[in-house]
């Protein structure tokens, strides 16, 4: 008796289910270059501006210093526009969206999302730069002393 190809297959199922790793794995890295991961697409910060740290530092700090921030505005009433979270939307905006959160390719949603991090600043925080129109200037000329 001559069995056909799925006698076969059920006959040797360890070979089967080795066969079947080797070519999801292979498939796996083609798919991808080895030693090749995929960055986030950051947009450059305006041109002229100097961030508080280097890039560096600040990817791998800038949790810290949001919360040493924080703390600091809150508790102390140290408000500096130097370290204000609206310091870096007004640096970091999209030209196209003109946030840092709106779309998935602005600053920092496209970081936040490439980490699987949650941003909750944004929750109560602008995540576009202040605009002052000239009437809200003009107010707020009237009421200086």
């Given at each position: 008796m001559v069995c056909g190809l799925s006698c076969q297959l059920m006959r040797h199922p360890l070979m089967v289910a080795v066969a079947l790793v080797l070519l999801i794995a292979g498939g796996a890295a083609m798919a991808q270059p080895a030693g090749r991961t995929p960055k986030p697409a950051i947009e450059p910060a305006q041109a002229g501006t100097k961030c508080v740290a280097p890039p560096e530092v600040m990817r791998r700090d800038h949790p810290a210093m949001l919360k040493h921030q924080r703390d600091v505005t809150v508790?102390?009433?140290?408000?500096?526009?130097?370290?204000?979270?609206?310091?870096?939307?007004g640096c970091h905006a999209s030209a196209?969206?003109?946030?840092?959160?709106q779309a998935k390719t602005d600053f920092c949603s496209s970081c936040h999302s490439y980490a699987a991090v949650n941003i909750d600043c944004f929750e109560c925080h602008a995540s576009r730069p202040a605009q002052r129109t000239a009437r809200a200037?003009?107010?707020a000329e009237a009421s200086k002393p």
């Open positions: 508790h102390r009433g140290v408000r500096q526009a130097r370290d204000s979270l609206q310091g870096c939307v196209a969206t003109g946030s840092v959160a200037q003009t107010q």
